[in-house]
């Protein structure tokens, strides 16, 4: 089954065709950081007004790469929620009036769940495409609203094992960066001055919450940068303290993704571990949640960074399964700001 999968919950357009829900045969993402960078966050007004503009576009070009045409296409997912509003109606009414037009079945996905089914697509050449994750699996979702785990019984069938109560890792990202002086989003820019920075050079506290607890806190450690950053003496933020401070921030909060996402694999008895969302894309997490799996035995999945921030081919594969289980939503159907993902 051919499924066009349609992503507009935030700030970047994008659209993707998947075979089967596992064959990418096309991936297209209309970023805009150039509109939101000066204000240093996404301003929603402006984010809506340029999808209006592109979502036409970035679906023609994804059906063109994916040497496909629209007559082919049996199926249409889009995301319905969690986002931004006025974000969300441009890409679910898109995909209502197209489903309408051409007479076939589209369903919204819940972003945040389907963004770990990214790891059951097969992609050419791809490190995602050589092996996939087995079910049951515990999966975690990192991402600049989110911080989730999750346990996967089926492609249709999840539930939360624990969140964040404050901020989520991304956002932790993005406003550390912004302390250090860089513009939104910041998450790659604390990845690159990491790695240049000494991982030990200010010690900050791992939010750990309690013992056993699978929820996160990332409130904390932004406001101890800003209380170290306050407390500098000297020349204040130099290039190398800037540096040390990233390479310490994303230590302490990379300590505390992996540690948690272990310890739900182990009190879940699963043998596999899925992290996905625009976080997964850091180097450092990559390299700490790979080592560690080897230590323990577990199998991680992880996206190619591409897979990992958002896009339109986890809403396919997402919109795939919901298709093959028989659900069709129709022309009344909603976006959901808050849609949750408690089942
Ligand atoms: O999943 P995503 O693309 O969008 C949401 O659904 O939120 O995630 C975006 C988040 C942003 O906070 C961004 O700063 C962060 O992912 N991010 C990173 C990296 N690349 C993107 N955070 C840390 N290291 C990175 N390399
Ligand atoms: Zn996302």
Do not use: W
């Not at 919450?209 to 130099?238: P, Q």
């Not at 080897?294 to 958002?310: A, H, M, N, Q, Y």
């Amino acid at each position: 089954m051919l499924v066009l999968g349609i992503e507009s919950s935030c700030d970047d357009m994008a659209a993707a065709v998947v075979e089967d829900g596992s064959t990418l045969l096309s991936s297209v993402v209309s970023s805009q950081d150039d509109i939101h960078e000066r204000y240093g966050g996404i301003v929603p007004e402006l984010a809506s007004r340029r999808h209006i503009e592109t979502v036409v576009p970035v679906v023609e070009e994804a059906i063109r790469q994916s040497g496909r045409s629209l007559d082919e296409i049996e199926g249409i997912g889009v995301t319905m929620g969690p986002g931004l509003l006025g974000s969300l109606l441009i890409g679910l009414s898109f995909a209502k009036a197209l489903a309408y037009d051409r007479n076939i079945p589209f369903v919204g996905v819940n972003h945040i769940v389907a963004h770990p089914l990214a790891t059951l697509i097969s992609e050419a050449g791809a490190e995602a495409g050589k092996d996939k994750p087995d079910f049951p699996f515990v999966a975690l979702v990192v991402s600049g609203g989110h911080t989730t785990l999750f346990r996967y019984e089926n492609e249709n069938d999840c539930k939360v094992l624990g969140e964040t109560r404050d901020d989520a890792a991304g956002e932790a990202f993005d406003k550390v960066a912004k302390l250090l002086g860089y513009s939104y989003p910041g998450g790659a820019v604390i990845d690159r001055l990491a790695k240049e920075g000494r991982s030990d050079g200010v010690p900050f506290k791992r939010p750990y919450i309690a013992k056993e607890s699978l929820d996160f806190s990332f409130s904390g450690i932004k406001t101890a940068v800003l209380n170290h950053i306050k407390g500098l003496k000297g020349g204040g933020l130099t290039e190398e303290v800037i540096r040390d401070i990233a390479a310490s921030f994303q230590e302490a909060v990379v300590d505390v993704l992996v540690r948690k996402a272990f310890d739900a694999v182990r009190q879940g008895g699963v043998k596999d571990l899925v992290v996905a969302g625009g976080v997964a894309c850091n180097s450092r997490l990559r390299e700490r949640l790979r080592a560690r799996g080897k230590e323990d035995g577990v199998r991680v999945f992880i996206p190619t960074p591409r897979l990992c921030s958002d896009n339109g081919a986890f809403i396919a594969v997402a919109a795939y399964h919901l298709l093959k289980a028989g659900r069709r939503d129709d022309i009344a159907l909603d976006a959901d700001p808050n849609l949750s993902f408690r089942a």
